[in-house]
């Protein structure tokens, strides 16, 4: 026997490898299982331990990256419920997830608020609590960015509060603001899913309740938390400014707490929120603000977790959800229970080829994990490499960025290269204009020196002049006789004078508009040169402006040279820096192009060996198909010499067993060729075909062993046929088995010799299996037909006895009798009408369910598809006939006087029990929206009723009829008394002693009767409807018509069964 040992070494050899990456692709997985299980469509709360599940995984990384790389992916706008869980995750890990996750969750925003519009545009009860859900998630994202004191989850202390309001009033009045609308945001979320449930206790015990509700948690908590930061808040404000300032604030504080108060005490009556979370009471009236000392009084509000989720509900849930696949398990168990309280069928006892087999579906178990190891470790190193390429792709493209920023820097440098050249060019242009004014002023200080010294000549001239004057003067005050000629000189010398000034004035107009144009050409240079006074007077302070402008002209010369020195210094500098960054730049591009073809170079590399990766782990898939090939024609082998094996005559089997291995043989056929086709398109993947070939190897086998083992007990020409069969089976599978070990001939490995084999088996059996076991269920639909007109027909028959019962006892009674009688005979007649109505309902009800779920096909193959379900209506047509016979007949008994009135209660109950039964079958397809549903269960409750008056009538007549003996008391001594009473308390004890074993009587019938209708389930993985029976109207029909429903210990019902278990109602 071949064991896990035969592994190759290379493939346990890859699992020691890449622990990391194992670890990052385990991490990976797990979270994307945690998310797609807690995000689903389904309308139930989150489970914790999945959420629990994310949080811890964003600890792990220190961050959201993962979370929303796998959220980003989901089908938000599909699904309103999906969008609302994903709100609630969320919620959960702002609140409770590593502090990177707000930083994370401030990236996806937009994401965020496009799912809250899409949704809010929406006519949908969760699409509108999912737009007010992201609005208070954006509003949430934006306070704790902008307040970073404050963690996501609110738990501060009084000082890190005290520190973040500061002691600005405008700081702690825009804070408590930004707390109030944070507080209205969670409210008005509460209010919204408290509206929708319409505050009904019973909805939060709904896993549709509990959707909505779950998210109120974290409201809870948010809450509890701002309600005692804006208390304090609220003091300290009111402590800093006037008390009409802060209305406004206190106005919305008290709705605010009114509301919150509120919410509390509706959340505290939910059942769901009790066992989850204690949530905090809050004071009856809002604090007083305006008195100081009420701080002291204020207490902080505290919610209490519980410690554990019980487990008992997912359980049920998960029971519930996935009940397909926990069928097999339950019926493995009751089997084994069944071998180890009556041994093993027909006598066999498990040999070690038994355990052999399970051992090999061990090994198969393992290899398949192996398989998903090595798989999910390639697809890892895959998924690293991919890694790898895409770092290497960022850090080109980010030297491609570099470059391009170095250019753009480049050419601004050479933009201001170019400028100051320019600049220096004007420096240049103004230094000549300055040299041409230079030139200017000392040809303007040569015009003035020789102006100076024409000045000078005038003034000697003048003052020669003066003294002739004066020396004529004494030469008149002499000689009286010379005064014409002095006279005559005088004026000779007066117009010489005037000439002398006239030439002065000319001249110095001349010098004057020299010095205007002058000024003129030096104005861009401020104020070059002073204006000549225009007489010759003020000539010494033009000559000291002069000299002053020409200080400062020369001030600015100095200037602009040193200015000009600077610039060209600068220049310098920057062609030293151009000149250097372009040097960096040429070897900062050198060694990234060494870079570059070092990771082209490793990426090769790695691109090689990934293909040789690739072709390893084709070679290892090949590997672990040819090991299951083998184990497989080890087994076939194994069951193909069962068929000459003289050990194995004694061994036996019934046909019908061989028929469920043999359609268990042809099914896994289907699932081998999925696996199949599967691994040809994807080599790297052999996990279906490995799986798939070790269930049809045990099941072929299975089928082989067994057909022999029938042959043993049919007859001969059977025995032959079924024997080749099973060896051209056994022929067959090996053929295709040895096509799947060449590489080659893989692709065109074909089934259909195989699954002709086992048609052919198939067939066989379905020959061999006794005839009296057939079903026709081409007849059910027909015998529903029929057992529902029966029913019908025996409610008529019944009014119409009872119509006749009526006239009888008018004329046989009267007085209180026939009131009496009256009063029971039409009480029995209102609950057949009752009845008939309901079976007319219950019969358009049937009829709905058939045209609406039978789709293409007839009513017959509706009816025969769900066999159990018809079964049922049967059963409950055929108990309500029998139950209205009965009926008639304890009436007929009471009005003669031959019968109890008892009787007649007991037929009541009975009648009133049928028709429960047959509201049951027929509700259990039934659409909730229907009318004939509605109108089904109202005729229901009105044959409830008028069975309830059939026994208040016969409770009140027999009360009326039966009489009651006056005991004589005259004459009785106190002894006799004792006596009398002694006795009737020993009846009373004998009735009550009889009472109690009546009613264990009756217990121990009904549940003989449940067994009895149970057999038949018990041993048959099908109901079998009985053969249709005219049902009499005289004649209580065999137990067997009642409801063949196999009791149920889990008390679950099966998705096929299309039947609930009935139960008598006890009125």
Known sequence: MNSIKNVPARVLSRRSGHGLEAEREQFDKN??????????????????????????????????????????????????????????????????????????????????????????HMHDRYGQLVAIYTKMLLNKISFHTKHPQFPPNLEVTDDVLEKAAGTDVNNIFQLTVEMFDYMDFELKLAETVTRQLNSAIAVSQMSAGQCKLAPLIQVIQDCSHLYHYTVKLMFKLHSCLPPDTLQGHRDRFHEQFHSLKNFFKRASDMLYFKRLIQIPRLPDNPPNFLRASALDEHVKPVVVMANETPEEEEQQAESLIEINHAQ???????????????????????????????????????????????????????????????????EVEEQRKQKQKALVDNEQLRDELES????????????????????????????????????????????????????????????????????????????????????????????????????????????????????????????????????????????????????????????????????????????????????????????????????????????????????????????????????????????????????????????????????????????????????????????????????????????????????????????????????????????????????????????????????????????????????????????????????????????????????????????????????ITSTDLQKEIVEGGRGAATTQEFYAKNSRWTEGLISASKAVGWGATQLVESADKVVLHKGKYEELIVGSHEIAASTAQLVAASKVKADKDSKNLGKLQQCSRHVNEMAANVVASTRSGQEQIEEKDTMDFSGMSLIKLKREEMESQVKVLELENSLQNERMRLGDLRKKHYTLAGVNDGTEETVKPAPPQKPGILKKPQLAQKPNIPPKTDNKIDKDDGVYQAQFINF
């Open 31 to 120: 979270q994307a299982i945690s998310i797609t299980k807690a995000i689903n469509a389904q309308e139930a709360p989150v489970k914790e331990k999945h959420a629990r599940r994310i949080i811890l995984g964003t600890h792990h990384e220190k961050g959201a990256f993962t979370f929303w790389s796998y959220a980003i992916g989901l089908p938000l706008a599909s699904s309103s419920i999906l969008s609302w869980k994903f709100c609630h995750v969320l919620h959960k890990v702002l609140r409770d997830g590593h502090q990177n996750v707000l930083s994370d969750c401030q990236r996806y925003r937009s994401n965020v608020r496009e799912i809250g519009d899409l949704w809010g």
């Open 328 to 394: 097999p398990v339950e019926q493995q168990v009751v089997e084994d229970i069944f071998q180890q309280t009556f041994g093993p069928p027909n006598g066999l006892v498990i040999d070690d080829r038994d355990l052999q087999i399970e051992n090999l579906k061990k090994e198969v178990e393992m290899l398949r994990s192996e398989l998903e190891k090595i798989k999910l470790e390639a697809q890892k190193y895959i998924m690293q490499l991919k890694g790898q390429i895409n770092t290497l792709e960022a």
């Open 420 to 839: 100051l050249r320019k600049q220096k060019s004007d420096s240049e242009k103004k230094e000549g204009v300055y040299v041409e004014m230079e030139k200017k002023v000392q040809a303007t200080d040569l015009r003035y020196n020789k102006l100076k010294e024409k000045h000078n000549e005038l003034i000697n001239v003048h003052a020669g002049l003066l003294r002739k004057n004066a020396d004529t003067a004494k030469q008149l005050t002499v000689s009286q006789q010379n005064q014409e000629e002095v006279a005559r000189i005088k004026e000779e010398l007066e117009f010489q004078m005037d000439q002398v000034k006239r030439e002065s004035e000319i001249k110095l107009e001349e010098h004057t508009f020299q010095i205007e144009q002058l000024k003129t050409e030096v104005e861009s240079k401020k104020e070059e040169l002073i204006r000549l006074n225009q007489s010759l007077v003020h000539t010494e302070q033009s000559e000291t402006a002069l000299s002053s402008k020409l200080a400062a002209l020369e001030a600015e010369k100095d200037s602009l040279k040193s200015l000009l020195t600077t610039k060209e210094s600068e220049l310098l500098s920057v062609k030293n820096v151009s000149q250097e960054t372009e040097s960096l730049f040429n070897q900062e591009q050198e060694k990234r192009n060494r870079e570059i073809r070092d990771l082209n170079e490793k990426l090769d590399k790695k691109t090689t060996d990934e293909q040789k990766l690739y072709q390893k782990m084709l070679e290892d898939q090949f590997n672990i198909i040819q090991g299951t090939v083998r184990e497989a024609e080890n087994i076939i082998h194994d069951a193909v010499a069962k068929l000459d094996d003289p050990l194995h005559i004694r061994c036996t089997s019934s046909p019908d067993y061989l028929v469920n291995r043999a359609k268990g043989a042809i099914d896994s056929l289907t699932v081998l060729a999925k696996g199949h086709s599967t691994y040809i398109q994807n080599m790297t993947d052999a996990s279906d075909l490995v799986g798939a070939l070790a269930q049809f190897a045990h099941l072929a086998a299975d089928t082989i062993v067994n057909g022999s083992a029938t042959s043993h007990l049919a007859p001969p020409d059977h025995a032959d046929r079924l024997v080749d069969s099973c060896r051209a089976c056994g022929s067959q599978s090996l053929q295709y088995l040895n096509e799947l070990k060449e590489k080659q001939s893989i692709k065109g490995a074909d089934l259909t010799d195989v699954r002709r084999t086992l048609q052919n088996i198939l067939g066989l059996g379905e020959e061999l299996r006794p005839k009296s076991l057939d079903v026709k269920q081409e007849e059910l639909g027909d015998m529903v037909d029929k057992e529902m007109a029966a029913t019908s027909a025996a409610i008529e028959d019944a009014v119409r006895r009872i119509g006749d019962m009526m006239n009888q006892a008018r004329k046989d009674s009267s007085g209180v009798k026939l009131e009496v009688n009256e009063r029971i005979l039409n009480s029995c007649t209102d609950l057949m009408k009752a009845i008939r109505l309901l079976v």
